[in-house]
T-cell receptor, first 112, second 114 residues
Framework: SQTIHQWPATLVQPVGSPLSLECTVEGTSNPNLYWYRQAAGRGLQLLFYSVGIGQISSEVPQNLSASRPQDRQFILSSKKLLLSDSGFYLC???????????FGPGTRLTVL | KNQVEQSPQSLIILEGKNCTLQCNYTVSPFSNLRWYKQDTGRGPVSLTIMTFSENTKSNGRYTATLDADTKQSSLHITASQLSDSASYICVVSASNTNAGKSTFGDGTTLTVKP
């Protein structure tokens, strides 16, 4: 069966510090991968998606970047965090030819 | 512009009661509609997924309906339980979307009280 992992689960970082959130998927090959951010009480905002290794598409201009160094690994990064980067970050995967997205457990990021 | 609107924004019901959540969308051309349940501080979990030809789909006490003509969907919860307290998110995908991008509603927050 397929599983998706995210870490860390929670993170508190000072403004201006770097960020690295990791997402890995098991039990599938060549998935589409997604990074979302969810503000409190709001819907999910798509940040990045990837259809393959090294292929990253950005949905909104922001202080973040994403990378996919391996088929089932998706990383969200920032060189200098802003207060507005606080939120709940969700990674998701979708199998090729399938409609459904499966979400990871999320990372709660607080920037102080 | 593709949009998904959910109503009500929040809902409080007593344990054992039924409720219905609404989702209206303008996503075109339509591919599929999914309902997710998201517990506080957790990732969303899929409840149902429906394509154009499907009018209803059940998952235990959850029943989703789809009217592709009016572009409306509903999620009906029967005999609610305390564990149903969560945010319910409607997600719609277009068939011409690249890499399976979807449009998300803001969710309905359901609180079930004893």
């Amino acid at each position: 069966s397929q599983t998706i992992h995210q870490w860390p689960a929670t993170l508190v970082q000072p403004v201006g510090s770097p960020l690295s959130l990791e997402c890995t998927v098991e039990g599938t090959s060549n998935p589409n991968l997604y990074w979302y951010r969810q503000a409190a009480g709001r819907g999910l905002q798509l940040l990045f998606y990837s259809v393959g290794i090294g292929q990253i598409s950005s949905e909104v201009p922001q202080n973040l970047s994403a990378s996919r160094p391996q088929d089932r690994q998706f990383i969200l990064s920032s060189k200098k965090l802003l207060l507005s980067d606080s939120g709940f970050y969700l990674c998701a995967w979708r199998g090729r030819g399938h409609n459904e997205q499966f979400f990871g457990p999320g990372t709660r990021l607080t920037v102080l | 512009k593709n949009q998904v609107e959910q109503s009500p924004q929040s809902l409080i019901i007593l344990e054992g009661k039924n409720c219905t959540l609404q989702c209206n969308y303008t996503v075109s051309p339509f591919s599929n509609l999914r309902w997710y349940k998201q517990d506080t501080g957790r990732g969303p979990v899929s409840l149902t997924i429906m394509t154009f030809s499907e009018n209803t789909k059940s998952n235990g006490r959850y029943t989703a309906t789809l009217d592709a003509d009016t572009k409306q969907s509903s999620l009906h919860i029967t005999a609610s339980q305390l564990s149903d307290s969560a945010s319910y998110i409607c997600v719609v995908s277009a068939s011409n979307t690249n890499a399976g991008k979807s449009t998300f509603g803001d969710g309905t927050t359901l609180t079930v009280k004893p």
